[in-house]
């Protein structure tokens, strides 16, 4: 996981990857609180970038999820947003095996979890096989403006 400040890109290029730098780049020059929900292409199916409205949920309501080909990067724009994160467990089962045609699998809790809060401005980097439980409430149920950026593993060199 890698967690900054948007407003810090450009000084820190240098030790971020190049696709991440390109992905929060490409994200600066649009407004998200002013596009409609839906997915939007930088570099076709292998940079893009989701933009959703979504009711943030309590922690019994949500689970753990990962990725195998794609990187998150996740993005709160309209209020603070709690994740989940755990390194790769390959020993604890996959709950909902969507990988096939979402890239997306569900987990039940994983050990050792970690929790951390973020406010608009900052983006964690989620990379594939990390575990991670985004959408979670920090101080009320409410929905929020969030964009999940996606990078194809073949971008970050894995």
Avoid: W
């Amino acid at each position: 996981m890698i967690v900054g400040l948007v407003s810090d890109v450009a000084r820190q290029k240098s030790v971020l990857p190049a696709a991440v730098v390109r992905a929060l780049e490409a994200i600066q020059k649009v407004n998200p609180l002013e596009l409609a929900p839906g997915k939007y292409e930088v570099e076709g199916d292998k940079l893009f970038y989701l933009v959703q409205d979504v009711e943030l949920r309590t922690l019994a309501e949500s689970r753990a999820e990962a990725h195998k080909q794609y990187a998150d990067i996740q993005l709160p724009y309209s209020t603070a947003e709690r994740y989940g994160f755990a390194l790769p467990q390959p020993e604890l089962p996959i709950a909902d095996d969507q990988l096939k045609d979402k890239d997306l699998a569900f987990f039940p809790t994983p050990a050792a979890e970690a929790f951390i809060d973020v406010n608009p401005g900052t983006f964690l980097v989620f990379l594939p096989q990390e575990l991670h439980r985004p959408c979670v409430v920090v101080s009320e149920k409410k929905m929020i403006r969030k964009v999940v950026m996606k990078v194809h593993s073949s971008l970050l060199g894995l």
